[in-house]
């Protein structure tokens, strides 16, 4: 089984920064398979921020988040990140690490975002 812990959440003001963290844990080898950090606002679905790749030279971003963030992993600390730059008001959302192991989607509980003046 597979757990995901995510951290650093938290109130910032727009234009600040904020760095999440997923701590993996388990029996199983992570490293083979692709992470991502997702993000769900209230009254909205579920929606995908970044993925990133076993080998980490593979990364993918939505439009809405491409120069502002950066998705990174650690395989040997089994930990996955989230560098948000520039955060807009539009990016509060409580943040979600999955990661996809050959079909079999698993998630953390979630951290919360939210960026106010």
């Known amino acids: 089984q597979v757990q995901l812990v995510e951290s650093g959440g938290g109130l910032v003001q727009p234009g600040g920064s904020l760095r999440l963290s997923c701590a993996a844990s388990?029996?199983?080898?992570?490293?083979?398979?692709?992470m991502s950090w997702y993000r769900q606002a209230p009254g909205n679905q579920r929606e995908l921020v970044a993925t990133?790749?076993?080998?980490?030279?593979?990364?993918n971003y939505a439009d809405f988040v491409k120069g502002r963030f950066t998705i990174s992993r650690d395989n040997a600390k089994k930990m996955l990140y989230l560098q948000m730059n520039n955060l807009k008001p539009e990016d509060t959302a409580l943040y979600y690490c999955?990661?996809?192991?050959?079909?079999?989607?698993?998630w953390g509980q979630g951290t919360q975002v939210t960026v106010s003046s």
């Open positions: 990133i790749g076993s080998s980490s030279t593979s990364t």
């Open positions: 999955n990661i996809d192991r050959w079909g079999t989607n698993f």
């Open positions: 388990g029996t199983t080898i992570y490293s083979i398979n692709p």
